[in-house]
């Protein structure tokens, strides 16, 4: 895909080539300054004018005539060159390749050298432009009878630059690895509940696991029931599909330690269970998978990358439905922790099957917990739909998460849980736990639940019910799934370092 090369001449004859600005009052510099002379100073007047654009994520294009080997040369704004970050570049690849797609490029070249500023070094820049690359191109193929038609892609991307270290190449490479994994997991929510069954989700994980040499583990209904994970097959009571406990181990250190353990809520459909949603509310429930989703992905960019760390990922997976054999409110049952829970509410099931993928967690050796979880419509009415959720036992473990979610570009916020919360989510007369103490701060009420299981283990919690989709398109791809967490996730375990 990449071709890195550092002879870069205006003669040199392409397709496309896509050439930085930054906003300088100064005027043209470098290359554009040697292209404006084979234009007699046309691009001066064209930057004066307005059409070429060099404000921040502005994509302009010129055909050169035969001026310059390139066809068409592609301006991309970036603004004041004090301004520029990694995230506003990331999204102005990110529109760049949206126009390559409608344009159907399928061969270009980029001045890599034009992108970096003193906050983006030549490294940032390349994996900058190649997760935009794969991100800003996806598409979810769907199942219209005509969809078949292969679409013109970019199948070769020169990229100009020194690189002497071959650093250049390698983030590249590690680039499109973070956005070809989101995409890996956009595809799994984007699959409808009947194509994507718990025994889908889990033969999908095994292939995975064939691919990197992951350790796997998938849990039967029988398995389930000997080691007492009665929330888990609560939830799967109504189901005419079976239920599956997905665990895969990647171990990148010497010794089984300081193991990070991802839980991902896999609940293929949710309908609420008896405590039904309504009929506008149950549309898009194929969606809350996504936590599951976000983890695949995460092991998908460590199968790649390989780092020295340990991690474990459990995913919990089952619809939630109605039957004359599902759970219903008022049913009290028992997880494989042992703690008791009242069930109040079928439809907050999600908690309850996390409970004893943390337990499982634990149980194969998890020192540090991170639960991903399209959980609560609360997380939406408390953040709105561009920010995921977040709550913790722990400062310095959140500290770790938050950072990785900057450099990702996904925002968290994080909520707190006060004693009062925990009394709430204890306040059963009759067992340990309920699982839907009121609507008041839903979204901490979901969380904490789960945290009962992490029992003093560092834990984050990841709320994504509001993230994990979007109704819009944007510049790092289409509406649908957004992949959320998959990078972040994975950028937290390459940078993990254990706490004291
Ligand atoms: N899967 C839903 C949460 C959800 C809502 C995801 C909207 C995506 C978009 C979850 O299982 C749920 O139904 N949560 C309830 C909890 C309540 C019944 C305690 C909620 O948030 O309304
Ligand atoms: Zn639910
Ligand atoms: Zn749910």
């Given at each position: 895909?990449f071709?890195?090369?550092?002879e870069?001449?205006?003669?040199n004859?392409?397709?496309?080539?896509?050439?930085?600005l930054?906003?300088?009052?100064?005027?043209?510099e470098g290359?554009?300054?040697?292209a404006?002379q084979?234009?007699d100073?046309q691009?001066?007047?064209?930057?004066k004018?307005g059409?070429?654009s060099?404000?921040k994520?502005?994509?302009s294009?010129?055909?050169?005539?035969?001026?310059?080997?390139?066809?068409?040369?592609?301006?991309?704004g970036?603004g004041?060159e004090?301004?520029?970050d990694?995230e506003?570049?990331r999204?102005?690849?990110?529109?760049?390749?949206?126009?390559?797609?409608?344009?159907?490029?399928?061969?270009?070249?980029?001045l890599?050298d034009t992108?970096?500023?003193d906050a983006?070094?030549?490294n940032?820049?390349?994996h900058a432009l190649?997760?935009?690359?794969?991100?800003?191109?996806?598409?979810f193929?769907?199942y219209?009878?005509k969809?078949?038609?292969?679409?013109?892609?970019?199948?070769?991307?020169?990229v100009y630059?020194?690189d002497?270290e071959g650093e250049?190449?390698a983030?590249?490479?590690?680039g499109?690895?973070?956005?070809?994994?989101?995409?890996?997991?956009?595809?799994l929510?984007?699959?409808?509940g009947n194509?994507?069954?718990?025994s889908?989700?889990?033969?999908?994980?095994?292939?995975?696991?064939?691919?990197?040499?992951?350790e796997a583990?998938?849990?039967?209904?029988?398995?389930m029931?000997?080691?007492g994970?009665g929330?888990l097959?609560?939830?799967?009571?109504?189901?005419?599909?079976?239920?599956?406990?997905?665990?895969?181990?990647?171990?990148?250190?010497?010794e089984w330690?300081?193991?990070?353990?991802l839980?991902g809520?896999?609940?293929?459909?949710?309908?609420?269970g008896y405590?039904?949603?309504?009929?506008a509310?149950?549309?898009?429930?194929?969606?809350?998978?996504?936590g599951?989703?976000?983890?695949l992905g995460?092991?998908?960019?460590?199968?790649?990358?390989?780092p020295?760390?340990?991690v474990v990922?459990v995913i919990?997976s089952t619809?939630?439905?109605?039957s004359?054999?599902?759970?219903?409110?008022?049913?009290?049952?028992?997880?494989?922790?042992?703690?008791?829970?009242?069930v109040?509410?079928t439809d907050?099931?999600?908690?309850?099957?996390l409970?004893?993928?943390?337990?499982?967690?634990?149980h194969?050796?998890?020192?540090?917990?991170?639960?991903?979880?399209t959980?609560?419509?609360?997380?939406?009415?408390?953040l709105?739909?561009h920010?995921?959720g977040?709550?913790?036992n722990?400062?310095?473990?959140f500290e770790?998460?938050?950072?990785?979610s900057?450099?990702?570009?996904?925002?968290?916020?994080?909520?707190?849980?006060?004693?009062?919360?925990?009394?709430r989510?204890?306040?059963?007369?009759?067992?340990?736990?309920?699982?839907?103490p009121?609507?008041?701060?839903?979204m901490?009420?979901?969380?904490a639940?789960v945290?009962?299981?992490a029992e003093?283990?560092?834990?984050v919690?990841?709320d994504?019910?509001g993230?994990?989709?979007?109704?819009?398109d944007?510049d790092?791809?289409p509406?649908?799934a957004?992949g959320?967490?998959?990078?972040?996730?994975?950028?937290?375990v390459?940078?993990?370092?254990?706490i004291?």
């Amino acid at each position: 895909m990449f071709n890195v090369n550092n002879e870069f001449k205006l003669t040199n004859s392409h397709d496309c080539l896509v050439i930085g600005l930054f906003n300088k009052p100064s005027g043209l510099e470098g290359v554009t300054a040697e292209a404006d002379q084979l234009f007699d100073g046309q691009l001066t007047e064209l930057v004066k004018n307005g059409e070429i654009s060099a404000k921040k994520k502005a994509v302009s294009k010129i055909h050169t005539f035969g001026k310059t080997g390139a066809k068409k040369l592609y301006f991309v704004g970036l603004g004041h060159e004090k301004e520029l970050d990694f995230e506003t570049l990331r999204e102005a690849f990110g529109r760049l390749f949206k126009t390559s797609k409608t344009e159907k490029w399928t061969e270009a070249a980029v001045l890599l050298d034009t992108f970096t500023s003193d906050a983006v070094e030549l490294n940032d820049a390349a994996h900058a432009l190649s997760e935009a690359l794969a991100m800003a191109t996806y598409e979810f193929e769907g199942y219209k009878q005509k969809s078949n038609e292969p679409e013109k892609r970019i199948e070769n991307l020169t990229v100009y630059s020194v690189d002497e270290e071959g650093e250049v190449e390698a983030a590249l490479e590690v680039g499109y690895a973070f956005g070809k994994a989101t995409n890996s997991a956009r595809t799994l929510v984007n699959t409808p509940g009947n194509l994507l069954t718990a025994s889908d989700m889990a033969e999908y994980a095994k292939k995975l696991a064939e691919k990197y040499e992951f350790e796997a583990e998938i849990l039967e209904k029988e398995e389930m029931e000997k080691l007492g994970m009665g929330a888990l097959l609560a939830v799967n009571q109504g189901s005419a599909e079976p239920p599956k406990m997905i665990v895969l181990k990647y171990q990148g250190k010497e010794e089984w330690t300081d193991v990070i353990g991802l839980v991902g809520k896999g609940i293929t459909f949710d309908t609420g269970g008896y405590s039904i949603k309504t009929k506008a509310g149950i549309v898009g429930m194929k969606s809350d998978m996504g936590g599951a989703a976000a983890v695949l992905g995460a092991m998908e960019i460590i199968g790649e990358l390989k780092p020295e760390q340990n991690v474990v990922a459990v995913i919990p997976s089952t619809d939630n439905m109605i039957s004359g054999t599902a759970f219903k409110p008022d049913d009290v049952i028992t997880s494989m922790s042992g703690k008791t829970i009242e069930v109040l509410n079928t439809d907050a099931e999600g908690r309850l099957v996390l409970a004893d993928a943390m337990t499982y967690a634990k149980h194969h050796g998890a020192n540090y917990l991170v639960d991903i979880a399209t959980l609560t419509g609360g997380v939406i009415t408390a953040l709105g739909l561009h920010t995921s959720g977040a709550l913790t036992n722990n400062e310095a473990l959140f500290e770790q998460v938050l950072e990785a979610s900057y450099e990702a570009g996904e925002p968290i916020w994080r909520l707190p849980i006060f004693e009062r919360d925990l009394e709430r989510v204890r306040s059963s007369k009759i067992a340990d736990l309920n699982n839907s103490p009121g609507a008041e701060g839903h979204m901490i009420m979901g969380g904490a639940f789960v945290g009962e299981f992490a029992e003093g283990t560092p834990w984050v919690h990841l709320d994504i019910a509001g993230t994990a989709t979007t109704g819009k398109d944007h510049d790092l791809g289409p509406a649908g799934a957004t992949g959320v967490m998959a990078r972040t996730l994975a950028l937290l375990v390459e940078r993990f370092e254990p706490i004291k």
